[in-house]
């Protein structure tokens, strides 16, 4: 079974400011990892993945993430952010070559202010 | 990328009735789709996985005689709230994958805002 932490349920930033938001993940068997994006009333927009390769991978609206195995993170960050940036964010994993589920962490609420 | 639509994007109903939510992929076929149901400000839970011929796959703690679930086709499910009461208020968003190199990609729906009165 997988699990899926997310360290900060709120995380306030002006805008252009660089952001992180953290992503760990517990899992017995090796995992694909997903950052989605939820708006307001809205279902979730893929951001980025990782499969496999290179462990820095670069999503939409300028976001990317780096997995990390030893740590078993997978960190979302963007150098500088937008106000249509604030939304909510969450970190997802699912097993490779098992089932299609997706387990979710509890999501990161991010609001840029300007 | 793929779509995928469901309807409708909200509903209002009265205690005690059932209400039917469609879950579609439009330019993709899935034997598989999943509903989730997600509380106010608080991650998606998952409810089911919808399997296009055969039964459904519930989750724990889940109440398949609650929450029915139908797979008619490769590209359409539903889940229908039988005896809606003012607890079943919430999003409920359907997804489906498609497969892409290495791994499966979820397409999720916009989701449905159901309001039980």
């Known amino acids: 079974a997988q699990s899926v932490t997310q360290l900060d349920s709120q995380v306030p930033v002006f805008e252009e400011a660089p952001v992180e938001l953290r992503c760990n993940y517990s899992s017995s068997v090796s995992v694909y990892l997903f950052w989605y994006v939820q708006y307001p009333n809205q279902g979730l927009q893929l951001l980025l993945k990782y499969l496999s390769g290179s462990t820095l991978v670069k999503g939409i609206n300028g976001f990317e993430a780096e997995f990390n195995k030893s740590q078993t993170s997978f960190h979302l960050r963007k150098p500088s952010v937008h106000i249509s940036d604030t939304a909510e964010y969450f970190c997802?994993?699912?097993?490779?070559?098992?089932?299609?589920?997706?387990?979710f962490g509890k999501g990161t609420k991010l609001t840029v202010n300007p | 990328g793929a779509v995928v639509s469901q309807h409708p994007s909200w509903v209002i109903c009265k205690s005690g009735t059932s209400v039917k939510i469609e879950c579609r992929s439009l330019?993709?076929?899935?034997?598989?789709m999943f509903w989730y149901r997600q509380f106010p400000k608080q991650s998606l839970m998952l409810m089911a996985t919808s399997n296009e011929g055969s039964k459904a796959t519930y989750e724990q703690g889940v109440e398949k005689d609650k929450f029915l679930i139908n797979h008619a086709s490769l590209t359409l499910s539903t889940l229908t709230v039988t005896s809606a009461h003012p607890e079943d208020s919430s999003f409920y968003i359907c997804s489906a994958p498609r497969g892409g190199v290495g791994g499966n990609e979820q397409f999720f729906g916009p989701g449905t805002r159901l309001t039980v009165l």
């Open positions: 330019d993709f076929q899935a034997t598989t």
């Open positions: 997802a994993v699912n097993s490779q070559g098992g089932s299609e589920k997706l387990v």
